[in-house]
């Protein structure tokens, strides 16, 4: 098991290039979140899914989207990328159990520029 | 608004001592109390976690100690050794929320021999 895989490890975009990162996972797992970590601020939730086809918004969604198309794989977009968007991105995946809070499972980060 | 606060932000420590990381929350529909641990250039992976039913979890030299009526919540770990050196996350959710988790603003412990 490959667990959770992130792609690319790390980009450098132009204020305004869009981008998309892709998330995947192979342990069957229901629910998939994004998360970006800056210093002192610990890991904020951008948006996260329940399920294929779902989608919401977490903490700090504004200038991302996102997709899940597919189970085991959870896009985030940056339609206009911004300075502030520089950050490590981190995806998660957890197996969703219903009325139960489980554990959640990271990957390795994208580590993203934004000049 | 930040739900969970964490202190210290960093944290020196001799090989063989204790350290201790405490976090404290607001929202009293918390009920998940996780601890992340996450080293240079990797995600964070779960260490250990409570619920708010017992006062205490220990797992090998980590212990969470839970203090339900102050709504705060530490990591102690014992015997530090060298190789513990990275940042650590608190964290808390509540069922019903699809286990989405508001996580503390991160501890570096760096532990020296």
């Known amino acids: 098991n490959a667990g959770v895989t992130q792609t690319p490890k790390f980009r450098v975009l132009k204020t305004g290039q869009s981008m998309t990162l892709l998330c995947a996972q192979d342990?069957?797992?229901?629910?998939m979140y994004w998360y970006r970590q800056d210093p002192g601020m610990g890991l904020r939730l951008i948006h996260y899914?329940?399920?294929?086809?779902?989608?919401a918004k977490g903490e700090v969604p504004d200038g991302y989207n996102v997709s899940r198309l597919k189970k085991q794989n959870f896009l985030l977009g940056l339609e206009s990328a911004a300075p502030s968007q520089t950050s490590v991105y981190f995806c998660a995946s957890s197996l969703g159990l219903a009325g139960f809070t489980d554990t959640q499972y990271f990957g390795p980060g994208t580590r993203l520029t934004v000049l | 608004q930040q739900q969970v606060k964490q202190s210290p932000q960093s944290l020196i420590v001799q090989k063989g001592g204790i350290s201790i990381i405490n976090c404290a929350y607001e929202?009293?529909?918390?009920?998940?109390f996780p601890w992340y641990q996450q080293f240079p250039g990797k995600g964070p992976a779960l260490l250990i976690a409570i619920r708010p039913d017992v006062s205490e979890k220990k797992e090998g030299r980590f212990t969470i100690s839970f203090n339900k009526s102050a709504k705060q919540f530490s990591l102690h770990i014992m015997d530090s050794q060298p190789g513990d050196s990275a940042t650590y996350f608190c964290?808390?959710?509540?069922?019903?929320?699809?286990?989405?988790?508001?996580f503390g603003t991160g501890t570096r412990l760096q532990v020296t021999l």
């Open positions: 342990m069957n797992h229901e629910y």
């Open positions: 929202n009293t529909a918390f009920d998940y």
């Open positions: 964290a808390a959710s509540f069922t019903g929320t699809a286990s989405k988790l508001t």
């Open positions: 899914s329940v399920g294929e086809g779902t989608t």
